[in-house]
């Protein structure tokens, strides 16, 4: 059983940097994908970045150039980095594990969510 739970959510500024963190325990990050999704109040939950098993990443166009996601293999922990936030990047954010290594842009393709993080970007 996989287990992750994300922290490092709060309110920032716009223009603001936060740092999100989710701990991963059951496997070893190093050997599956994962991702970060985010769902704002009364929409769909949405992409955000994935990296696979072997480190490769793909972003959603609206946080290329801004966020960036990292493996800590030591720690089993994975990383998301936001930098110059946006308010329209309010929403909870969730970390999300696919054991099969993709790591992709779908929802379905993982198979373990983590209960989720509030970003609240002011104007």
């Known amino acids: 059983q996989v287990q992750l739970v994300e922290s490092g959510g709060g309110l920032v500024q716009a223009g603001g940097s936060l740092r999100l963190s989710c701990a991963v325990s059951g496997r070893t990050v190093s050997r599956i994908g994962m991702g970060w999704f985010r769902q704002a109040p009364g929409k769909e939950r949405d992409f955000v970045v994935g990296i696979n098993w072997s480190g490769s990443t793909s972003y959603a166009n609206s946080v290329k150039g801004r966020f960036t996601i990292s493996k800590d293999n030591t720690t089993n922990t994975v990383y998301l980095q936001m930098n110059n936030l946006k308010p329209e990047d309010t929403a909870v954010y969730y970390c999300?594990?696919?054991?099969?290594?993709?790591?992709?842009?779908?929802?379905?393709?993982?198979?373990?969510w983590g209960r989720g993080t509030q970003v609240t970007v002011s104007s």
């Open positions: 999300a594990a696919d054991p099969k290594g993709f790591g992709g842009y779908y929802v379905y393709s993982y198979d373990y």
